[in-house]
């Protein structure tokens, strides 16, 4: 590549609005991956700790041994083990102060579960609205400053007495490198976001059905 389309050439010589968007577009890209990172950790790591639960709930233990060995661990605090130990905690208490009324304890036991549904999935989708929006205004804010570049560009081109293509090209260059950065800010985030929203609409889905059986099974324990 040669040094008259080095980016950091074209960085140092566009104008001081220019180089201040640019710079808002790397701070977003930077953003933008540290966001995608965080969200591919946290889950991977919800699918995992799901998985670890089915195969420990459905293996046919006792539920109030299971619901004690949660507690002891951190994994009680999300996933799927939060909304058992939810539904669970509650169905127990209701049972001690009305154990004639099932279908009333079921019901607390669901609320309680949906209580911790909601903030599970406020944990699971956090920031990807900070992706969404990077990946819609990144290409709009690259172009104005492609927009503010070139009309510079022409500007100067005024006070020249000859205007010749070696003379355009480089303030054209400078201009275009914003839409470029938006570009390679926006795509990422865009990519990320669509990738992340349907693996949390996934496990949202898998924890509905969670819920469902473990209420079909808390009724059947009820009219025991």
Do not use: C
Not at 186 to 211: S, T
């Amino acid at each position: 590549m040669g040094s008259e389309l080095s980016l950091f050439n074209l960085f140092v010589n566009a104008g001081l609005t220019v180089k201040l968007i640019l710079l808002i577009l790397l701070l977003a890209s930077v953003l933008s991956w540290a966001i995608i990172f965080d969200r591919s950790r946290v889950l991977k790591q919800a699918r995992k700790s799901a998985e670890i639960f089915e195969h420990r709930f459905w293996s046919g233990g006792d539920l109030s041994a299971l619901y004690r060995d949660l507690g002891q661990t951190e994994v009680s605090s999300s996933g799927l083990a939060s909304i058992f130990r939810a539904g669970f905690k509650e169905y127990v208490r209701l049972r001690k102060t009305d154990p004639d009324d099932t279908m009333a304890v079921i019901a607390g036991a669901e609320r309680s579960m949906r209580v911790a549904l909601s903030r599970e999935m406020d944990r699971l989708d956090a920031n990807l609205s900070v992706l969404a929006t990077i990946g819609s205004i990144g290409p709009y804010i690259g172009l104005f400053g492609t927009v503010w570049g070139t009309m510079n560009a022409f500007y100067a081109l005024g006070n020249l007495q000859q205007a010749t293509l070696a003379v355009v090209a480089p303030g054209i260059s400078e201009a275009l490198i914003s839409t470029a950065v938006g570009l390679f800010a926006a795509i990422p985030a865009v990519v990320g976001f669509n990738r992340y929203v349907d693996q949390v609409e996934r496990l949202h889905n898998r924890y509905e059905e969670f819920m469902e059986e473990f209420s079909t099974l808390l009724q059947r324990q009820g009219h025991q």
